[in-house]
């Protein structure tokens, strides 16, 4: 009897690692658990047109958080025009003024400034759902590779909207295979210079999911050595660990949606002028 | 699992990202640079303006220390050119002083000698009035006397011509 009761909160004590980064179908809430018909879990409804899909996942519902959140308080701050900044706007122009002034004019040029909209925004959303994955109870949007893959689309589609807009459309697609190379080599070449193409937003995609899975997962690696281990004196040791990564997580939300930024001005300064 | 393809997901991701970049491109964006670049260019000008001003201050003080410089120089000139026109006068006046007592100088003496001349002559007509008065009287005695009248004549051809 006590052996099943132990075999039973053991079970339920698992951390399940896996369907915390995983995307549901439901939300999770603190205190909502109406005689536990509910155990915390809100449903989300599902939504499918054409064919596709379109339910209203977790990560939707924290990626809509994030981005109210974010318009929320960039219109606090920079509603109304202000010569002299105070506190939330004193915040967000350092860092608008670190990714225009080191990052987008020196890689771009006064072209920059075009483009300077929509990586400002990448930059901050990116951020807004890094840092909101961090709050329990939520989840990290960033960290599932199809939020990622939006993104780096998003991000490509201008990347390449960039290169037809500066060199027209076929001359675009003529920078993209290097001139002067023997014709048998085109047929090397062409596929090459393709997956190069493709391989850009890929990678901006992966490098997103990756850290940001990563770090949660280490997270809770190490809360689940307490319920793996089934004893409390796991959590002196797996607690702090914990906490020590959450800091790093912290610290590499920022880097990775500066990371996210910055490749993708590079990227779209070098559809935009392939001859450098 | 982690890597399941999820279109409704991807296409959600891309609406909401693209909703956001619209709402701050349309309200926060542009204030935002707007504010950046009018702080930068105010900065800028203020520089600018403060650079001008020094160099206008510059300029004006370099202006002053030559004009100090001129007036210096002037001063010393001036006082140089007192000094020398002041000797000037003073040689002109001890000159004209000495020219002066020169000129009375001899205009005394030419009138001491002309005065003397005047009492010799005068002494002169005194002496033969005496002269003759006493010729009168001594006549008057003995004019008869031939002797007497030689000693007369001898007496007034022993007079000088002058002294």
């Known amino acids: 009897m006590a052996g099943d009761t132990q075999a039973a909160d053991a079970a339920n004590a698992q951390v399940d690692i896996i369907g915390h980064i995983l995307d549901s179908p439901y939300i999770e809430l603190p205190f909502v658990d109406f005689h536990h018909l509910l155990a915390g879990k809100v449903s989300l409804p599902s939504l499918e047109l054409f064919g596709i899909d379109l339910s209203i996942t977790r990560h939707v519902v924290i990626m809509w958080v994030a981005s109210i959140l974010l318009i929320v308080l960039m219109l606090r701050a920079f509603r109304k025009p202000r010569t002299v900044p105070s506190g939330l706007a004193n915040f967000f122009e350092a860092i608008v003024l670190f990714l225009r002034d080191e990052v987008v004019l020196p890689i771009m040029g006064e072209d920059g400034k075009k483009y300077l909209p929509f990586l400002l925004t990448l930059f901050f959303f990116i951020l807004f759902c890094n840092l909101l994955g961090l709050i329990p109870y939520s989840a990290t949007a960033t960290g599932n590779i199809n939020v990622t893959a939006g993104l780096a689309l998003c991000s490509f589609l201008v990347m390449i909207g960039a290169g037809i807009a500066n060199n027209g459309l076929f001359g ?57 281990l089934q004893s409390e004196w796991i959590a002196i040791g797996s607690v702090p660990f914990a906490v020590a990564i959450y800091m790093l997580e912290i610290f590499i939300g920022f880097v990775q949606a500066f990371v996210f930024t910055l490749l993708s001005t590079v990227f779209i300064s070098m559809a935009a002028h392939p001859d450098h | 699992m982690l890597l399941d393809p999820h279109a409704g997901l991807i296409i959600w991701t891309i609406i909401t990202f693209l909703v956001v970049l619209f709402v701050l491109k349309k309200f926060a964006w542009p204030h935002l640079l707007a504010a950046l670049d009018e702080r930068e260019k105010r900065i800028s000008d203020a520089i600018a303006a403060a650079e001008q001003a020094r160099q206008e201050a510059e300029e004006v003080l370099r202006e002053h220390r030559q004009k100090l410089a001129a007036a210096d120089e002037e001063a010393r000139q001036v006082v140089a050119e007192a000094r020398e026109a002041g000797a000037n006068v003073r040689q002109t006046i001890v000159s ?38 006493a010729a009168g009287a001594l006549i008057d005695a003995n004019l008869d006397d031939e002797k007497n009248r030689g000693l007369v004549d001898d007496f007034i051809a022993r007079i000088p011509e002058s002294n």
């Not at chain 1, 290097?178 to 596929?191: A, C, E, F, N, Q």
């Open chain 1, 172 to 228: 675009y697609f003529k920078s993209l295979i290097p001139s002067g190379v023997p014709p048998v080599l085109l047929i090397i070449l062409i596929p090459v210079e393709i997956i190069g193409l493709l391989v850009k937003p890929f990678a901006l995609c992966v490098r997103l999911f990756a850290n940001m899975t990563g770090g949660h997962v280490a997270i809770l690696v190490f809360l689940g050595l307490i319920s793996i």
């Open chain 2, 96 to 133: 004209q002083a000495r020219e002066e007592a020169e000129r009375m100088l001899d205009q005394a003496r030419t009138s001491i000698e002309s005065e003397k001349r005047a009492a010799i002559a005068e002494l002169r007509r005194e002496t033969a009035h005496l002269a003759v008065q």
